[in-house]
């Protein structure tokens, strides 16, 4: 069920996935008249406090400046600053996603296919000089936007070098982030996209951006094979997400 806002916009939380049409979501909501932190826009929207979480490498660290304290207090100094849209890339700390229903915040991401979302993260750090790799094998190197199980390392709030194997707590935690926010999109359903509405954003405004032609890298049988093997957890929540997505998008036709 889609929540509904006033007609005072109110605090938009991007929870920006990599390569899942972030830059595009990013520039619709500045275009739309969102307001976002001065100088950020090279950052993602990301403000300082939440780009800062990319060099966090001690959970003492994450607790301490990102606890419910803390994020309450950002939320808070954001809003009352006049900034309306932030976005997070990094880590989902805990107590931002228990943050997410605060009254007057909207939280949502965007989703795509694990193994196509790969290629494509793939493709833009090789073309960009971020990564040598030579092929998909290769590409893994222990940052979570590299890894199989990229989606359950995000909202389950690990850190980006946190290398230690996922578990099933780490997926139920993940999807416990996933069905607090407001929206979920699905980069291969743009219907989906139509949840921005409910804070007067017109979805059919969306351009893309940032093309990195990955679909013409051809994935080999066996890299497919082994990918899923070690991404079943993140499909788990993607097909959480779609399932989300596709009944909020018929939920709110039947009420149209």
Known sequence: ????????????????????????????????????VPGTEKLGAMPEYLSRLKDVTDPGELDAKYGRREVRRFLRETRSSGV???????????????????????????????????????AFDVRSGYSSARDLWGFRDGLMYREHDYYTRLFSGKLVRDTRKTSDDDLDRALDVLERLDAICIQERPETLVQLRAVGVDEKKLRRRNVTRSEEIQVPDDFRSEFIKHAWRDYILYERGLRIAVDAVASARHLT
């Open 84 to 122: 309306n849209f932030v976005a997070t890339e990094w880590v989902v700390p805990p107590a931002l996603s228990a943050a997410t229903r605060r009254r007057g915040v909207f939280a949502f991401t965007v989703l795509r296919d694990p193994l196509t979302r790969y290629v494509s993260n793939y």
């Open 1 to 36: 069920m889609l929540r509904r806002f006033g007609p005072s916009s109110p605090l938009v939380l991007f929870v920006h996935t990599h390569k899942c049409a972030g830059t595009a979501v990013i520039d619709l909501f500045r275009r739309e008249g969102f307001t976002l």
